[in-house]
C-alpha cells in the first residue's frame, strides 16, 4: 500500500508524472500493466483539479494584472487557428508524445490558455495520457530488459 501512494505521489508531480512513474513502478518489481494502470488513471484524475485551480488563480489573481491578462486574451485569440488547423487530436499528440514539458499538466494548461471546450479537452488530454502511458511502458520495459540482461 505504501508503495501504491509513493507511485501516486510520483504521478502528481508536475514534469514526472507518468513519464517517470512508470519506470520506477516497473524497477520496483511491479507488472508493467499495473503500474502504467495507476499511472495512467492518477494522471487522468488530475486534469479536472488542474483546470479548476488555473480558473481559480486567473480569476483571483492573474486578470488583476494588466499584462497577464492582455497575453491570455491573445494567445485565446490567436489559438483558434490552431484548433482549427490541428484540432483536438494535436492536443492529444501534444500529451502523448513523451518529453519534457509536455503531459497533463501541460496539455489543461494549454486548452486553458486557448479556451478549448472543457469536456473535449478532457477527452483529448485523457486520449494523449494513455498514448503516453503506452509508449513510456513499452520504453521502459526494453530499457530495464536490457539492464538485466547486461548483468
Known sequence: MRNL????GLTLIPGVELRGTIPVGIAMGY???WVMAVAIVTNCVLIVPTFMALDLLYARW???????RRQ??????SGGSYVQRYGLPGLALFV??????????SGALLA???GLPRRAALAAIAVGVVGAGIIVTL??????TALRLVR
Open 5 to 8: 501512494a509513493l507511485l501516486i
Open 31 to 33: 507488472h508493467p500493466l
Open 62 to 68: 492573474f486578470s488583476r494584472w494588466a499584462f497577464l
Open 72 to 77: 491570455v486574451d491573445r494567445v485565446r485569440a
Open 96 to 105: 502523448a508524445v513523451p518529453l519534457p514539458g509536455t503531459g497533463a499538466y
Open 112 to 114: 486553458w490558455v486557448i
Open 139 to 144: 520504453a521502459a520495459t526494453g530499457v530495464i
